[in-house]
């Protein structure tokens, strides 16, 4: 039996001998597995696109997560909060805000800043601080005369947990040209939440001391 050889190739010709139908077969067979293929290639493509959605998605909900904190008044320092706890310049800047805002007022005064002390009050401790200050604002409508400026004093140090600030402070109470001056504590409750400073209660301690 003799065996034909493609010319230029040692290797015998797939299709001798058979009939015409399976080289169309043959062609059949090798369009379908390479249709197969482009299918899973298209499938590779798509988990591709959808995997790069995905951490696209991680890294856009993580750049919304990352706050930049401003403190109001254009206080300078190091002023950031490291997952939850505030840096020491922050917890500074916040305490004299507060302080201002809370004990420095008169009757023309207090609505507008007790307003901007709410905003930073947590929504578990809103209802009671609103009450307190409204009856302050109470206070001053029956004494419009009155007016109280209160100072974190320099010769005892602020202290704080990561839960409550212990600011020494003395207030100042003017009323009718008459003044007294007390000296005491003013306990500043916070929260830090999703990096977001929160007033959570404010406490005066030991002002039962007046100085002349």
């Known amino acids: 039996m003799s065996i034909f050889q493609r010319k230029g190739s040692n290797e015998s010709d797939p299709l001798l001998g058979k009939p015409g139908s399976f080289g169309i077969h ?4 090798g369009s379908a597995n390479l249709f197969e293929e482009n299918r899973l290639l298209k499938f590779a493509i798509v988990g591709l696109f959808g995997i790069t959605a995905v951490l696209g998605a991680e890294v856009y909900s ?8 401003i403190v109001p008044f254009g206080a300078g320092g190091d002023l950031y909060i490291t997952g939850q706890q505030p840096s020491t310049d922050y917890l500074r800047a916040m305490t004299r805000n507060i302080v201002t805002l809370s004990g ?17 009050v947590h929504p578990s401790a809103y209802n009671g601080m609103r009450d307190s200050l409204n009856a302050i604002l109470d206070d001053l409508s029956d004494n419009p005369t009155l007016s109280i400026a209160t100072y974190v004093r320099s010769d005892t140090p602020v202290t704080w947990t990561r839960s409550e600030i212990v600011a020494p402070v003395e207030k ?11 000296r005491g504590n003013l306990r500043i409750g916070y929260a830090v939440e999703n990096g977001r400073f929160w007033l959570t209660h404010l406490i005066e301690d030991n002002f039962d001391a007046e100085t002349k």
Do not use: M
């Open 26 to 29: 043959r062609y059949l067979q």
């Open 62 to 69: 993580s750049d919304q997560n990352r706050r930049t904190v």
């Open 104 to 120: 420095s007022y008169s009757a023309y005064s207090a609505s507008a800043q007790f307003q901007e002390l709410l905003s930073i």
């Open 172 to 182: 100042v109470r003017v009323i009718g040209g008459v003044i007294r001056k007390f």
